[in-house]
């Protein structure tokens, strides 16, 4: 194990597993490499392992001298990443890895998200296996696949032969805030059919680009733009014009990630680009006055086709009021804590293939009210004619009020540090709830270094900040 972008940096053997975990494909679906290669590190250091059929591990340690017989801990964090790049960006995410780097501040991938989150938890729990010098209790380490899309490993994961109930989760990206509740979700799809036929006429292409994006969970409040939507609305105002054949369209790949583009090309009779730029050009200021998007281009261009296999007008009036009708943001927030979202909705992937498909990722704090947001997606989609799918449901994470872990953290940090760490519940989704179903009296709380712009080309770690959450790690396993 060498790093070779990142020597240099402190702590060395985190960064130096980081970078070698960034060399291996990694993304949601794409686990196993890097799930073979936590199993090659237990054969090589001697840990008994288990990985399931969908490629979760557990990896575990005995205590170190005089801490053998203390009660175990759990170290939990996901293996999979978000794949997002630049579009000029010639890296292919599934079959290469990252081209990392750093400015002495920050470290970054060239043109693709870092994968941080959550890669920096499985480089972190490394390192601690790998040192027999690092005083520890009895650890238990849980890395998941699939956490990005769903939470399916964690959803699947037998942990009945695990002995603690004290678990640290290293999936926060926020120095100095222990989160100790998140919401529970699910991901929901309503598909309309796409009956195509070939229509012939002028094509134009609509293009939307220069979004934010960012995490539908941590990002959702950040008076943000959905291309989807913004798409949605954009070909609603042309149609205003003259009836639409829609024959492509492609917005966002995550259903978790705030789209940041949107393209749709169709067959348009009659419609020339001098009607349509004065509504691009008036929807694009709309768009940059209400939302806190300085850098979005909404434009449309011509197609040198006459035609192709197009929906027909009646379909592609059904899509453009789904894009318009469909929820998507905040939804309420939170009364008992003031400034936490409560209940949100993403709508994070549009695309037309075999049908028209749009993708939601649900959060809330409130079963209830989860509940109610999803019925209303499958009522909606009733509505169009279409038909509706939902997938890896979460629980909410819930608050514990009385807890020794959170207790013990919070004294250690305050020595360490001089302050007080902000103890918080978040709306972004983690996988505390789906664990703690499975590990009755679940003592937890989550952690993690200082990262900015996750899920995005733009992300983010910090350097100092990933040394002084690994200094604290390991002064809370001293303690425990």
């Given at each position: 194990?060498?790093?070779?972008?990142?020597?240099?940096?402190n702590p060395a053997?985190?960064?130096?597993?980081?970078?070698?975990?960034?060399?291996?494909?990694?993304?949601?679906?794409?686990?196993?490499?890097?799930?073979d290669y936590l199993?090659?590190?237990?054969?090589?250091?001697?840990?008994?392992?288990?990985?399931?059929?969908?490629?979760?591990?557990?990896?575990?340690?005995?205590?170190?001298?005089?801490?053998?017989?203390?009660?175990?801990?759990?170290?939990?964090?996901?293996?999979?990443?978000?794949?997002?790049?630049?579009?000029?960006?010639?890296?292919?995410?599934?079959?290469?890895?990252?081209?990392?780097?750093?400015?002495?501040?920050?470290?970054?991938?060239?043109?693709?998200?870092?994968?941080?989150?959550?890669?920096?938890?499985?480089?972190?729990?490394?390192?601690?296996?790998?040192?027999?010098?690092?005083?520890?209790?009895?650890?238990?380490?849980?890395?998941?696949?699939?956490?990005?899309?769903?939470?399916?490993?964690?959803?699947?994961?037998?942990?009945?032969?695990?002995?603690?109930?004290?678990?640290?989760?290293?999936?926060?990206?926020?120095?100095?805030?222990?989160?100790?509740?998140?919401?529970?979700?699910?991901?929901?799809?309503?598909?309309?059919?796409?009956?195509?036929?070939?229509?012939?006429?002028?094509?134009?292409?609509?293009?939307?680009?220069?979004?934010?994006?960012?995490?539908?969970?941590?990002?959702?409040?950040?008076?943000?733009?959905?291309?989807?939507?913004?798409?949605?609305?954009?070909?609603?105002?042309?149609?205003?014009?003259?009836?639409?054949?829609?024959?492509?369209?492609?917005?966002?790949?995550?259903?978790?990630?705030?789209?940041?583009?949107?393209?749709?090309?169709?067959?348009?009779?009659?419609?020339?680009?001098?009607?349509?730029?004065?509504?691009?050009?008036?929807?694009?200021?709309?768009?940059?006055?209400?939302?806190?998007?300085?850098?979005?281009?909404?434009?449309?261009?011509?197609?040198?086709?006459?035609?192709?296999?197009?929906?027909?007008?009646?379909?592609?009036?059904?899509?453009?009021?789904?894009?318009?009708?469909?929820?998507?943001?905040?939804?309420?927030?939170?009364?008992?804590?003031?400034?936490?979202?409560?209940?949100?909705?993403?709508?994070?992937?549009?695309?037309?293939?075999?049908?028209?498909?749009?993708?939601?990722?649900?959060?809330?704090?409130?079963?209830?009210?989860?509940?109610?947001?999803?019925?209303?997606?499958?009522?909606?989609?009733a509505l169009f004619?279409?038909?509706?799918?939902?997938?890896?449901?979460?629980?909410?994470?819930?608050?514990?009020?009385?807890?020794?872990?959170?207790?013990?953290?919070?004294?250690?940090?305050?020595?360490?540090?001089?302050?007080?760490?902000?103890?918080?519940?978040?709306?972004?989704?983690?996988?505390?709830?789906?664990?703690?179903?499975?590990?009755?009296?679940?003592?937890?709380?989550?952690?993690?270094?200082?990262?900015?712009?996750?899920?995005?080309?733009?992300?983010?770690?910090?350097?100092?900040?990933?040394?002084?959450?690994?200094?604290?790690?390991?002064?809370?396993?001293?303690?425990?």
């Open positions: 194990m060498q790093a070779v972008k990142l020597a240099g940096l053997a985190v960064f130096g597993y980081f970078e070698e975990i960034c060399s291996i494909p990694h993304g949601s679906r794409n686990t196993k490499p890097i799930s199993v090659s590190f237990a054969v090589e250091h001697g840990l008994r392992y288990i990985q399931d059929e969908v490629n979760n591990v557990i990896l575990f340690q005995e205590g170190t001298c005089g801490m053998e017989d203390h009660p175990a801990v759990i170290l939990q964090g996901h293996m999979d990443m978000v794949c997002e790049k630049d579009a000029d960006c010639p890296i292919n995410m599934g079959t290469e890895g990252l081209d990392v780097t750093h400015d002495e501040e920050f470290i970054f991938a060239k043109g693709t998200t870092l994968g941080a989150d959550n890669g920096i938890a499985v480089a972190y729990a490394l390192a601690l296996l790998s040192d027999k010098t690092i005083p520890h209790p009895p650890l238990e380490v849980i890395i998941t696949v699939d956490e990005e899309i769903g939470m399916l490993g964690a959803d699947a994961i037998d942990l009945s032969m695990l002995k603690s109930r004290t678990l640290i989760n290293l999936d926060s990206e926020d120095e100095g805030i222990f989160t100790v509740s998140c919401a529970g979700g699910a991901t929901a799809t309503i598909s309309l059919p796409a009956d195509r036929r070939a229509v012939y006429g002028p094509c134009i292409r609509l293009s939307v680009e220069g979004l934010q994006g960012g995490h539908s969970g941590a990002e959702i409040h950040k008076n943000r733009a959905n291309a989807n939507k913004v798409m949605g609305e954009f070909m609603s105002r042309i149609q205003k014009l003259m009836p639409l054949c829609l024959t492509s369209f492609t917005g966002g790949s995550k259903d978790n990630a705030i789209p940041r583009s949107c393209q749709a090309t169709m067959v348009a009779m009659g419609i020339n680009l001098e009607r349509i730029n004065p509504i691009a050009e008036e929807l694009q200021a709309e768009i940059r006055e209400k939302y806190d998007e300085p850098e979005v281009v909404i434009q449309a261009f011509d197609v040198d086709a006459l035609g192709g296999n197009s929906l027909s007008t009646e379909d592609t009036s059904k899509v453009i009021g789904l894009l318009c009708a469909a929820p998507n943001g905040i939804q309420a927030m939170s009364e008992d804590m003031p400034g936490l979202v409560q209940t949100s909705l993403n709508l994070g992937i549009a695309k037309l293939g075999s049908n028209f498909s749009i993708t939601f990722s649900v959060r809330s704090s409130v079963n209830d009210e989860k509940q109610t947001l999803l019925k209303q997606l499958e009522d909606m989609a004619g279409g038909s509706y799918s939902q997938m890896g449901a979460y629980p909410a994470w819930e608050y514990k009020k009385d807890s020794t872990l959170r207790d013990t953290m919070v004294r250690i940090y305050s020595e360490m540090f001089g302050a007080e760490p902000q103890v918080l519940a978040i709306h972004a989704g983690l996988e505390c709830g789906l664990l703690g179903e499975k590990l009755p009296g679940l003592d937890c709380v989550s952690i993690g270094p200082q990262m900015y712009d996750i899920h995005t080309s733009r992300e983010r770690l910090d350097i100092a900040s990933t040394e002084r959450t690994w200094n604290f790690l390991l002064e809370i396993l001293k303690n425990l």
